[in-house]
């Protein structure tokens, strides 16, 4: 049972068809007739924003959440000054345990293959810097049953208004899925219909297999323009995006910018994913929500929100299945749970990424509930959460490797970590200078069970006026230490090594609990062994 009071899943779409050219309609007339569609416009040389670069970190002007949806500082990109991408070639020394190389890692980061698996007559079409003209390419790919299309380089293609299509997709397998969703949680069967002229998008939905390059093309979504993602890819449409910066996405339901459905497959590469919102009550996403298969790489989420009561997810929301390679989260924030990412009923794994400043009501920088998620060779700094100031786990298995998580707050409890009835080994990490105003400032473990293994626990705080176990606070469950170190933590009560109440604790021979206060292990209701006072 879930530990989490909210919804257990994001809403779906009801049943649908597939869009189709009928009635005798030529695929040429109707770009014709995009093309002539008003209210929408571009420039490559009189443009309303500047473009951030996907190679280097871009932040809003304020760390403060936006609450009108607007992008903030009046659409103005502005990089902190000083600050730079932080990669782990770029960590504190002795902070990065183990050997970082090979493994799925090191997956190469170069330009792949512009397929999809796509026939070799698709050539690439060049799109002008109009975004009727982009429109209308979508619509003749769709139409041709795929394409390749080359954005201008470094426009920005502004959409004033969602593109009407009549979106009848007969659903196939996420109706199949719907169907085993409400007989394993009737209580949802019984959840009103969503409103479908709500699933909006600015472009024509992706019905097969389409490639975008972008050249450092920018798609925004106009000002006082009404609310609308960019792509929705549909139940057997696969997504290729490449160099472009998604911009101001606004949705009332999942996936601020894009939508990944159950059935379909996107792959995003050197994408920026900024200013996006996501207002779905039960759902979230606020940069992307995936429900299907989803591969993203060295790419950046930042200012994203889940804005919804329960929003999940405000950089993304993985409700499928994931794989990520070297992706920031910057300053994305979520009401519910994952301020970064969210992982919800899903599979993913996160390789050498970042999440700083994010922030939520449980996992500042990422979340995993009722899922299985692994995330290495990355770093979690910065966030800040009611629990799990950087990272939370609940009813779900997550797996860290060589991480460091270093400077999250959280204002409940869980500084650095929080896990609740789920399984979490830790590795080769370093967990350092966290903050709770409750207890565990390093991690907070309640009904779990965890592993710590080859890692260091050191500097956290649990600062409340009750507030025990700065290193480790953990209640029923296990917990077991293997070769690692948990040193010059402090907390207002004892103990402020590890404090331990009806849990099971192992302490090996070869770890190290010292120079922690007001005492190391004194006052823990549980005894923990090799641990001195």
Request: charged share 20%; net charge neutral; aromatic share 4%.
């Amino acid at each position: 049972m879930s530990t989490y009071q909210g919804s257990r899943k994001p809403t779906r779409s009801g049943r649908r068809s597939r869009w189709c050219l009928a009635g005798g309609l030529a695929a040429g007339s109707l770009v014709a007739a995009v093309a002539g569609l008003s209210g929408v416009a571009a420039s490559a040389t009189a443009r309303d924003l500047p473009t951030p670069s996907p190679a280097q970190p871009a932040v809003l002007s304020s760390d403060a959440p936006r609450t009108d949806g607007e992008p903030a500082g009046g659409n103005g990109w502005q990089r902190p000054e000083g600050e730079q991408r932080l990669d782990r070639e770029q960590r504190p020394e002795g902070e990065q345990r183990g050997d970082t190389a090979g493994g799925p890692r090191d997956e190469p980061s170069g330009r792949t293959s512009s397929g999809n698996g796509l026939p070799s007559q698709h050539k690439a079409v060049s799109v002008p810097c109009d975004s009727a003209q982009l429109v209308a390419a979508l619509v003749r790919a769709n139409a041709q049953g795929g394409g390749i299309l080359r954005l201008a380089e470094e426009c920005t293609y502004t959409l004033t208004h969602a593109f009407q299509q009549v979106d009848e997709y007969d659903g196939g397998i996420r109706d199949a899925r719907e169907a085993a969703d409400a007989a394993e949680t009737p209580g949802d069967a019984e959840a009103p219909a969503r409103n479908a002229a709500d699933d909006t998008a600015g472009l024509p939905v992706i019905y097969h297999a389409i490639t975008i390059e972008g050249s450092g093309a920018t798609i925004a979504r106009g000002a006082q323009a009404e609310d609308f993602r960019f792509f929705t890819v549909r139940d057997g449409g696969e997504l290729t995006l490449r160099d472009v910066t998604l911009l101001n996405g606004r949705s009332k339901v999942e996936g601020g910018s894009i939508h990944i459905v159950h059935g379909a497959t996107a792959v995003v590469e050197r994408v920026t994913v900024a200013n996006s919102t996501s207002v779905s009550a039960e759902g979230g996403g606020g940069g992307i929500f995936n429900d299907g298969n989803l591969r993203i790489s060295d790419s950046i989420l930042v200012g994203n929100r889940a804005a919804g009561t329960q929003g999940k997810g405000g950089g993304l929301l993985n409700g499928g299945v994931m794989v990520m390679y070297r992706t920031e989260f910057r300053h994305n924030s979520a009401v519910s749970y994952g301020g970064g990412l969210a992982n919800f009923r899903a599979a993913g794994d996160v390789y050498s990424s970042t999440f700083v400043r994010n922030n939520a009501g449980q996992g500042g920088g990422l979340a995993s509930f009722s899922a299985r998620t692994k995330v290495s060779d990355s770093l979690v700094a910065g966030n800040s959460a009611e629990t799990g100031g950087g990272l939370a786990n609940s009813d779900a298995v997550l797996v860290l490797q060589q991480l460091t998580i270093r400077d999250n707050v959280a204002t409940v409890a869980g500084g650095g970590i929080s896990t609740v009835q789920g399984l979490l080994p830790i590795d080769d990490s370093v967990i350092r200078d966290n903050t709770s105003r409750g207890h565990g400032g390093g991690v907070y473990a309640d009904k779990s069970n965890l592993l710590v293994r080859g890692s260091d626990v050191k500097g956290n705080e649990a600062v409340g006026k009750t507030s025990q176990g700065a290193g480790l606070y953990v209640t029923a469950g296990s917990t077991s230490l293997y070769r690692s170190e948990v040193t010059g933590n402090r907390s207002t009560v004892l103990a402020g090594g590890v404090h331990a109440e009806r849990a099971r604790v192992k302490v090996d021979e070869g770890s190290v609990l010292i120079e922690n206060s007001p005492a190391n292990c004194l006052g823990s209701k549980v005894t923990v062994a090799h641990c001195f006072r």
